[in-house]
């Protein structure tokens, strides 16, 4: 079982940046892959970024040059950075952890970004 918990979410104002950090509980979090997902009124679940055991990304074209995911194993913590932000970045934004990708079986609860215009 894997635990994990949000933070750094917050009101910015649009081409200002934020840092979401997600700690891990567990032993076995330098074998998972790592990915935020984010989830906006009225629209589906989005995969944002992802981060496999090995360090190799990838990005949603929505957020590609803007956005960095990176993983501290010896902290069990993976960070989302996201600059550049724009109003339609505001989403409840989950971290989430798996055997493969896309990594999506287990999640957090969830932090809001808010960016204003």
């Known amino acids: 079982q894997v635990q994990l918990v949000e933070s750094g979410g917050g009101l910015v104002q649009a081409g200002g940046s934020l840092r979401l950090s997600c700690t891990a509980s567990g032993r076995l979090f330098r074998n998972y892959a790592m990915g935020w997902y984010r989830q906006a009124p009225g629209n589906e679940r989005e995969l944002v970024a992802s981060?496999?055991?090995?360090?190799?990304?990838n990005y949603a074209d929505s957020v590609k040059g803007r956005f960095t995911i990176t993983r501290d194993n010896a902290k069990i913590t993976v960070y989302l950075q996201m600059n550049s932000l724009k109003p339609e970045d505001t989403a409840v934004y989950y971290c989430?952890?798996?055997?493969?990708?896309?990594?999506?079986?287990?999640w957090g609860q969830g932090t809001q970004v808010t960016v204003s215009s």
């Open positions: 981060i496999t055991p090995g360090g190799n990304t």
């Open positions: 989430t952890a798996g055997n493969g990708l896309p990594p999506n079986h287990y």
